[in-house]
């Protein structure tokens, strides 16, 4: 009888194990794309993506390894975040701190719903001279943390 239960909570202590592995090297978290707001360099909208099963709540977004002037999750019920997007005035897009909204999975955002659901989800920087920026992330409790190098002249 010890063996077998020894066993069995070896087995779970190995599938919990790959599992962790599994999220680790396959994060859930992605950028799409990033662009300057129209006219201020110093502020860049981050367009992020939820590849995984459930929300993701984030946690802190570092600049340069540091905290920037200002940071906002932008909720989007119609269309991407590209250069053109109209940022100020659009009944489309909702300002949130960072903290206070999930992030939605990519596939249970519903594209018929446009104009009444979450569509597309960014965050939006403010700092002089952005070149790196770290994400940290919670996805099923476990931290995770997304960097990514932005080029000049984006």
Not at 32 to 52: C, D, F, H, M, R
Not at 74 to 98: D, Q, R
Not at 112 to 140: C, F, M, N, S, W
Request: aromatic residues 8%; neutral net charge.
């Amino acid at each position: 009888m010890k063996k077998i239960l020894f066993i069995l909570v070896l087995s779970v202590l190995v599938v919990g194990a790959v599992f962790m592995i599994y999220l680790k090297s396959n994060p859930p978290l992605a950028i799409e794309s990033y662009t300057s707001k129209q006219g201020n360099e110093a502020v860049k909208i981050i367009a992020l993506e939820n590849k995984g099963l459930r929300d993701i709540k984030l946690t802190q977004l570092l600049v340069n390894d540091q905290l920037p002037e200002s940071t906002e999750l932008v909720i989007s019920k119609s269309e991407p975040f590209e250069a053109e997007t109209k940022l100020e005035g659009n009944e489309h897009l909702s300002f949130h701190k960072l903290s206070q909204r999930t992030i939605l999975p990519r596939q249970y955002i519903d594209p018929q719903a446009i104009g009444k659901e979450p569509q597309h989800y960014a965050v939006q920087v403010q700092a002089p001279d952005i070149r790196k920026i770290t994400i940290q992330y919670e996805y099923l409790k476990i931290p995770f943390t997304l960097t990514a190098e932005l080029q000049a002249n984006k």
